[in-house]
């Protein structure tokens, strides 16, 4: 995805036609939001099927935030982000083989089996997990931060939580520190306005989270995340302020979750009309969709195409999740301390 | 008396609580509205309303340090960390000021928070979710540490903890929250119904902290365990014909060493077992202890059964868990040494 975004990343709102993104990028993004959501659709078959054990968080709903912000990273920025972490690695360019095979916890995952869902991570990709405990990754994603600055070398943080790790105090502390060093970070808080059964509106004195930034001087604004363009547009301006050494940027994306907090979670905390309203009127992708045909960037049966492409990606990373061996019993005593 | 699972058991004592002392307040990570991640609080905050039982912010040192202050100005605040690997953000406050408030006041003030969190491993949660940190606590002067083993106890010592006047992290299994587990990863779930410590009364009774139990009697050798492997071993020693006497600590600090005394001066042969790894693991506290006082009773060395020294695996979680087998093996090379 980088190489697609690096062709536009010349581009500016001047030199662009007003109608917006090309249809490169426009099919681009629905590819790899497609991609997501048939691959987190598999994933949540095989939890069904006792393949993927322990705890599995799906991404559905929230692929147009993921998709957007990317498309504005450049290559060898990072990205961080906590347990709801599928997405971020595919879009990143991690395959969808080593994502699969992490849940299953073979040899073939990213972790080679020792992380499983929440905790996996890309050296490759720039990719810093998979956190598993609610808030922390956005005190190592300003850690990550302060290197890029002390190197010197014009990378930036991309650093996700959700609506319920905005209430953790390190993240304050943090906001703190990234202002004061003027840290390239930009923290993405991911509102789908649940932390698991408990809403922003029962947990948050201040709803609207890209305020939280205020007091400490952080820039921030309020963001449409089921709109990919609407995402790629406020990250392109955040990441571009971020790079600059103006220091750190908040994005508040509105999103939604489709599918429970977890897998065992039944969602009872929120009616079937309020979930119903987001899928049928606000999807992400079918908004992409929409508009990729409007415009006639593609036609059906090219998207179709495309949709069966995805759909053989997807079936052969469930099939190879499960062919990759199990890994060696000694693996469980490697990686504790460096090896000598 | 009504069959009840661990969790059943928990919401009841909390029930009681709630009821008989207006002091008490529950609150914790969807602990109100949602009724707990595994539903120990559920249906309290319909009950007794909203300033009693509600949600906390996703801030475990927050949690942690308004309890204490909720319970130095006499409340009895029972606060939920969502998973034992969740509470150490709240270490500090635990360490600096939940533990020491009641020393550094000259006893003018107390801080009896309970601190309920589920516990260990079997559910494949893999680092972050599967976590026994039992050992950083007992490390901690001024806090008990408690881990029930069945509904029973759960509910009994749940009540004893937030009636007294001490700080209490007490810690739920959670891999037993619905029904007991022999080490058997693939075998089918058992029910507390079928369980004599799945009787639990409807009302108000207390099991006192610091009393150990010896939940079967035994000759060949001791095993000193608690929470889920409490019933791996008993099943371990049934399947492997070994005679085992096996106490259930039930608390860990301040742990009752009388009985264990009693009843490796008796076997001379001793397992302590933990899911917790083996460096610096509370076995390594019962190891030495046990030597201390049963030294020339002892007629083979003290065998540690634990996790391993790594992080909580997410594929190997059966290698790690010590289960049925390993503990087998275990009995046999304690009864077999000579």
């Given at each position: 995805?980088?190489?697609?975004?690096?062709?536009?990343?010349?581009?500016?709102?001047?030199?662009?036609?007003?109608?917006?993104?090309?249809?490169?990028?426009?099919?681009g993004?629905?590819?790899?939001?497609?991609?997501?959501?048939?691959?987190?659709?598999?994933?949540?078959?095989?939890?069904?099927?006792?393949?993927?054990?322990?705890?599995?968080?799906?991404?559905?709903?929230?692929?147009?935030?993921?998709?957007?912000?990317?498309?504005?990273?450049?290559?060898?920025?990072?990205?961080?982000?906590?347990?709801?972490?599928?997405g971020?690695?595919?879009?990143?360019?991690?395959?969808?083989?080593?994502?699969?095979?992490?849940?299953?916890?073979?040899?073939?995952g990213?972790?080679?089996?020792k992380?499983?869902?929440?905790?996996?991570?890309?050296?490759?990709?720039?990719?810093?997990?998979?956190?598993?405990?609610?808030g922390?990754?956005?005190s190592?994603?300003?850690?990550?931060?302060?290197?890029?600055?002390?190197?010197?070398?014009?990378?930036?943080?991309?650093?996700?939580?959700?609506?319920?790790?905005?209430?953790?105090g390190?993240?304050?502390?943090?906001?703190?520190?990234?202002?004061?060093?003027?840290?390239p970070?930009?923290?993405?808080?991911?509102?789908?306005?649940?932390?698991?059964?408990?809403?922003?509106?029962?947990s948050?004195?201040?709803?609207?989270?890209?305020?939280?930034?205020?007091?400490?001087?952080?820039?921030?604004?309020?963001?449409?995340?089921?709109?990919?363009?609407?995402?790629?547009?406020?990250?392109?301006?955040a990441?571009?302020?971020?790079?600059?050494?103006?220091?750190?940027?908040?994005?508040?994306?509105?999103?939604?979750?489709?599918?429970?907090?977890?897998?065992?979670?039944?969602?009872?905390y929120?009616?079937?009309?309020?979930?119903?309203?987001?899928?049928e009127?606000?999807?992400?992708?079918?908004?992409?969709?929409?508009?990729?045909?409007?415009?006639?960037?593609?036609?059906e049966?090219?998207?179709?195409?495309?949709?069966?492409?995805?759909?053989?990606?997807?079936?052969?990373s469930?099939?190879?999740?499960?062919?990759?061996?199990?890994?060696?019993?000694?693996?469980?005593?490697?990686?504790v301390?460096?090896e000598? | 008396m009504?069959?009840?699972?661990?969790?059943?058991?928990?919401?009841?004592a909390?029930?009681?609580?709630?009821?008989?002392?207006?002091e008490?307040?529950?609150?914790?990570?969807?602990?109100?509205?949602?009724?707990?991640?595994?539903?120990?609080?559920q249906?309290?905050?319909?009950?007794?309303?909203?300033?009693?039982?509600?949600?906390?912010p996703?801030?475990?040192?927050?949690?942690?340090?308004?309890?204490?202050?909720?319970?130095a100005?006499?409340?009895?605040?029972?606060?939920?960390?969502q998973?034992?690997?969740?509470?150490f953000?709240?270490?500090?406050?635990?360490?600096?000021?939940?533990?020491?408030?009641?020393?550094?006041?000259?006893?003018?003030?107390?801080?009896?928070?309970?601190?309920?969190?589920?516990w260990?491993?079997?559910?494949?949660?893999?680092?972050?979710?599967?976590?026994?940190?039992?050992?950083?606590?007992?490390?901690?002067?001024?806090?008990?540490?408690?881990?029930?083993?069945?509904?029973?106890?759960?509910?009994?010592?749940?009540?004893?903890?937030?009636?007294?006047?001490?700080?209490?992290?007490?810690?739920?299994p959670?891999?037993?929250?619905?029904?007991?587990?022999?080490?058997?990863p693939?075998?089918?779930?058992s029910?507390?119904?079928?369980?004599?410590?799945?009787?639990?009364?409807?009302?108000?009774?207390?099991?006192e902290?610091?009393?150990?139990e010896?939940?079967r009697?035994?000759?060949?050798?001791?095993v000193?365990?608690?929470?889920?492997?409490?019933h791996?071993?008993?099943?371990?020693?049934?399947?492997?014909?070994?005679?085992?006497e096996?106490?259930?600590?039930?608390?860990?600090?301040?742990?009752?060493?009388?009985?264990?005394?009693a009843?490796?001066?008796?076997?001379?042969?001793?397992?302590?077992?933990?899911?917790?790894?083996?460096?610096s693991?509370?076995?390594?506290?019962?190891?030495?202890?046990i030597?201390?006082?049963?030294?020339?009773?002892?007629?083979?060395?003290?065998f540690?059964?634990?996790g391993?020294?790594?992080?909580?695996?997410?594929?190997h979680?059966?290698?790690?868990?010590?289960?049925?087998?390993?503990?087998?093996?275990?009995?046999?090379?304690?009864?077999?040494?000579?």
């Amino acid at each position: 995805m980088a190489a697609r975004q690096s062709a536009s990343s010349k581009s500016t709102s001047r030199t662009r036609k007003p109608s917006g993104p090309g249809a490169d990028t426009y099919i681009g993004w629905y590819r790899d939001m497609l991609l997501i959501r048939r691959f987190e659709e598999k994933a949540g078959q095989l939890y069904g099927m006792g393949l993927i054990a322990g705890f599995c968080h799906l991404y559905i709903g929230q692929e147009a935030v993921v998709v957007g912000v990317q498309s504005a990273l450049r290559e060898g920025d990072q990205v961080i982000t906590g347990y709801r972490d599928h997405g971020h690695m595919l879009a990143t360019g991690m395959t969808a083989n080593g994502v699969m095979a992490e849940l299953t916890g073979r040899e073939g995952g990213y972790s080679r089996g020792k992380g499983g869902s929440m905790h996996m991570f890309s050296r490759e990709k720039q990719f810093f997990g998979g956190h598993g405990i609610v808030g922390a990754q956005v005190s190592l994603g300003t850690g990550l931060a302060f290197a890029n600055a002390y190197r010197e070398d014009g990378k930036v943080c991309a650093t996700y939580f959700g609506d319920g790790a905005a209430n953790q105090g390190q993240v304050y502390e943090s906001f703190n520190m990234a202002k004061i060093w003027n840290l390239p970070v930009v923290y993405i808080i991911e509102n789908n306005q649940y932390a698991m059964g408990t809403s922003v509106k029962r947990s948050s004195s201040e709803t609207h989270l890209f305020k939280r930034g205020v007091s400490f001087n952080i820039p921030g604004e309020e963001v449409d995340g089921m709109d990919v363009n609407a995402v790629y547009e406020a990250a392109k301006k955040a990441v571009e302020h971020a790079r600059s050494g103006k220091g750190p940027y908040i994005l508040e994306m509105k999103t939604y979750r489709y599918r429970g907090h977890s897998m065992s979670d039944p969602a009872k905390y929120r009616t079937r009309d309020e979930v119903n309203e987001y899928r049928e009127h606000k999807d992400p992708i079918d908004l992409a969709k929409k508009r990729i045909l409007d415009n006639k960037f593609a036609s059906e049966d090219e998207l179709k195409a495309m949709e069966k492409e995805i759909k053989k990606i997807v079936q052969e990373s469930a099939e190879f999740a499960q062919s990759s061996p199990e890994p060696d019993p000694s693996e469980l005593y490697t990686d504790v301390l460096i090896e000598a | 008396m009504p069959a009840m699972n661990m969790l059943q058991a928990l919401n009841s004592a909390m029930d009681v609580l709630l009821d008989k002392h207006p002091e008490t307040v529950i609150f914790g990570e969807d602990s109100g509205y949602f009724g707990g991640v595994f539903g120990a609080t559920q249906g309290l905050q319909k009950k007794y309303g909203l300033d009693r039982v509600f949600d906390a912010p996703i801030n475990e040192a927050a949690i942690a340090a308004m309890a204490i202050g909720m319970a130095a100005k006499g409340l009895k605040p029972i606060a939920e960390i969502q998973f034992a690997d969740y509470i150490f953000p709240a270490f500090d406050q635990i360490i600096s000021e939940m533990s020491r408030l009641r020393y550094r006041s000259a006893g003018q003030f107390v801080s009896p928070v309970v601190v309920r969190s589920p516990w260990g491993g079997g559910i494949r949660g893999g680092q972050t979710h599967s976590m026994s940190p039992e050992a950083f606590f007992t490390h901690i002067p001024g806090v008990k540490v408690a881990v029930p083993s069945n509904p029973y106890d759960a509910k009994g010592m749940l009540i004893a903890a937030s009636e007294g006047d001490d700080p209490v992290i007490f810690f739920e299994p959670k891999r037993i929250y619905n029904g007991p587990f022999d080490g058997v990863p693939d075998a089918p779930l058992s029910s507390w119904a079928k369980h004599p410590k799945g009787e639990v009364p409807e009302g108000h009774y207390r099991v006192e902290l610091g009393k150990a139990e010896i939940v079967r009697e035994g000759e060949a050798c001791t095993v000193v365990t608690y929470g889920t492997l409490v019933h791996v071993a008993v099943n371990a020693a049934e399947k492997a014909g070994i005679d085992a006497e096996i106490i259930d600590l039930k608390t860990l600090a301040p742990y009752d060493i009388e009985t264990i005394v009693a009843s490796v001066n008796k076997t001379g042969r001793v397992v302590v077992a933990h899911e917790a790894p083996r460096t610096s693991g509370f076995g390594a506290e019962l190891a030495a202890q046990i030597q201390e006082e049963c030294f020339y009773a002892l007629e083979a060395p003290v065998f540690r059964l634990t996790g391993w020294d790594t992080p909580y695996p997410h594929a190997h979680e059966w290698a790690y868990f010590p289960g049925q087998a390993r503990f087998i093996r275990a009995l046999q090379t304690v009864t077999e040494a000579r």
